[in-house]
T-cell receptor, first 117, second 111 residues
Framework: EPEVTQTPSHQVTQMGQEVILRCVPI?????FYWYRQILGQKVEFLVS????????KSEIFDDQFSVERPDGSNFTLKIRSTKLEDSAMYFC???????????????FGEGSWLTVV | DAKTTQPPSMDCAEGRAANLPCNHS???????VYWYRQIHSQGPQYIIH???NNETNEMASLIITEDRKSSTLILPHATLRDTAVYYC????????????FGPGTRLSVLP
C-alpha cells in the first residue's frame, strides 16, 4: 500500500540552527500538508501546498517556516532558526484530489520528531 | 467546518465491540464525517469516512444517524493494538483545506 515517508525520524538540533524535514508524498497525490504535534497536545495544521504554492497556512506558520517541492517527489519543511518551542513531532500528509470524498482523504506519514536544545 | 464533540476517554474489553460516539450537530449537507486514529505518537491513520449512509470497511463500521447530527465508529472485535486516540472530523470537499483535529477519544482496550 502506498505511503507517505518522512526523514529523519528523529533530529536533535541546537537553538538557532536551521532544520529541513523531508517528505515523500504518495506518488499520484497533488495536495501536500505539514502538521505538528507538541508532546501531549493536539495535532495542529501548519500549511497546505498545491501546484507549487501555499494554499493555506495557520498562524503557527510564520516567517521562520517555509515549504518547498524541490523536485517531483520531495516536499520539505524548513525552519530557519529553531526555537525551543519548535520541539514537536512534524507530520507530512498528502491527498490525491481525485473527485469525491475519497480524494479528499488525507494520508499521514509517521512523523519526524524534532528536539531543539 | 462543523465542530465535533467526543468523550475524552473510553475503555473496552479485548474481543468486544468498541463503540465510539461523536456529536456533530452543526454539520451541513455537503460535509463528510471522517475518522482517524493515532496510536501512541505515530502519524494519524485514516479509518473510514461517510456522508449519510452507513459504511463498513476492513477496519471498522461507521453508523451515521438519519439527521446526521451524530455518528458512531464501531470496532467489531477490539484488540490491544486498537488502543489509540480516535478523532472524528467533519469537513466538506475543500481540497487543500486542513483537517482540524480535536482532542479525540482515548480508547483503552483492556485484556
Amino acid at each position: 500500500e502506498p505511503e507517505v515517508t518522512q526523514t529523519p525520524s528523529h533530529q536533535v538540533t541546537q537553538m538557532g540552527q536551521e532544520v529541513i524535514l523531508r517528505c515523500v508524498p504518495i506518488s499520484n497525490h497533488l495536495y501536500f500538508y505539514w502538521y505538528r504535534q507538541i508532546l501531549g497536545q493536539k495535532v495542529e495544521f501548519l500549511v497546505s501546498f498545491y501546484n507549487n504554492e501555499i494554499s493555506e497556512k495557520s498562524e503557527i506558520f510564520d516567517d521562520q517556516f517555509s515549504v518547498e517541492r524541490p523536485d517531483g517527489s520531495n516536499f520539505t519543511l524548513k525552519i530557519r532558526s529553531t526555537k525551543l518551542e519548535d520541539s514537536a513531532m512534524y507530520f507530512c500528509a498528502s491527498t490525491s484530489r481525485a473527485a469525491g470524498a475519497s480524494g479528499n482523504t488525507i494520508y499521514f506519514g509517521e512523523g519526524s520528531w524534532l528536539t531543539v536544545v | 467546518d462543523a465542530k465535533t464533540t467526543q468523550p475524552p476517554s473510553m475503555d473496552c474489553a479485548e474481543g468486544r465491540a468498541a463503540n465510539l460516539p461523536c456529536n456533530h450537530s452543526t454539520i451541513s449537507g455537503n460535509e463528510y464525517v471522517y475518522w482517524y486514529r493515532q496510536i501512541h505518537s505515530q502519524g494519524p491513520q485514516y479509518i473510514i469516512h461517510g456522508l449519510k449512509n452507513n459504511e463498513t470497511n476492513e477496519m471498522a463500521s461507521l453508523i451515521i444517524t438519519e439527521d446526521r447530527k451524530s455518528s458512531t465508529l464501531i470496532l467489531p472485535h477490539a484488540t490491544l493494538r486498537d488502543t489509540a486516540v480516535y478523532y472524528c472530523i467533519v469537513r466538506g470537499l475543500n481540497y487543500g483545506q486542513n483537517f482540524v483535529f480535536g482532542p479525540g477519544t482515548r480508547l483503552s482496550v483492556l485484556p
